[in-house]
């Protein structure tokens, strides 16, 4: 849920009071959160506790807990006991939760819209139906972690550590990344390959190649307008192939190339048949001839004279180049990791 600044404000204000660093001390050493009626009743009468908006949720919004270990001791049915970070239905909303350690956690249906996250511990944590919006994530540590249905729109998700995370396609980070609303191109060229390498381990193809084309574009933002680099990276990087991620574009390219020189064989009319030269020929004759040039099959029975030769050449050169093109985009869509 996401609030303006001065109901934040409100919201970590309360756990400043004498009563709310009492209760803070308290919810560090008892773990109270875990049970939600004594949650409730440790917590009656701090200033806007429970709002009806929570629907029954446990309201930690705008605490400062940073440093906080939210792990606790489970006995298996082994007889073993391990450390882990159960937390479900718990609203962050606000909260200061630097440098926190959700190691092993089992997170589910929590907000931590607006939180300060930055270098918390998420190793080998499954984090599930959690919404993360505008939220710092500044440097969490992620390896291993197993990220389900959560929203990250918005989210600063800066030199974040992702070894081994698995994500799933429904888990959301909005049109754009915030460092590219920003402008910072290089941050946001970074941040959309980890989301990618993500997508890849996940086995997520489509939005591994979607992350791809993203980081691409942040790359060729960062270059300068003057730089013709720019200008080539734009028309043969993107408009030609969305950068190899693309091989209906491709296609068509190859299609316009094709009828475009048709109609130029056309207009010039400068074919011959068997070395006699073609005074009237169809559009299906140009076509054919225009086909067997960009695929440079060249059967020997049409072959153009004059300054069509040019023409003829650099079709060929662009077929070559497409082709080529094409079958690496269709292998790499079809051979995956």
Known sequence: MQYPKEKLDALRKRWTTAKGKKLVASIKRTHCYLNPALFREKVKGLEGINDPELENGIDMRGISVSGFDFRISVQEDDGFSENLAILANIHFEGAMLRYCNFQEGKIHDCNFENAELSHSDFKNAHITDCSFQNSDLNEINLINANITNCSLV????????????????????????????????????????????????????????????????????????????????????????????????????????????????????????????????????????????????????????????????????VGIALTSLFTVIVARSIIRD
Do not use: W
């Open 154 to 317: 918005d989210a600063n998700i800066d030199d974040i550590s992702t070894s081994g995370t698995v994500i799933d396609e429904k888990s959301n980070f909005g049109k754009e990344l915030k460092s590219e609303t920003a402008k910072n191109y290089h941050s946001a060229a970074i941040e959309y390959k980890q989301i990618k390498e993500m997508y890849k381990y996940s086995s997520l193809h489509e939005q591994a190649d979607e992350f791809h084309y993203r980081e691409m574009i942040s790359k060729r933002k960062r270059i300068s307008y003057l730089n013709p680099v720019r200008f080539f990276s734009y028309i043969f990087g993107d408009l030609l192939c969305k950068y190899g991620t693309s091989f209906i574009r491709v296609f068509m390219a190859a299609i316009l190339v094709v009828i475009t020189c048709t109609f130029a064989f056309q207009i010039f009319d400068s074919l011959m048949f068997y070395n006699e030269k073609l005074t009237d020929y169809s559009f299906l004759d140009a076509l054919y001839f225009s086909i067997t040039t960009f695929t440079t099959l060249g059967y020997g029975d049409y072959h153009a004279v004059g300054a069509v030769r040019f023409i003829a050449a650099a079709e060929s050169f």
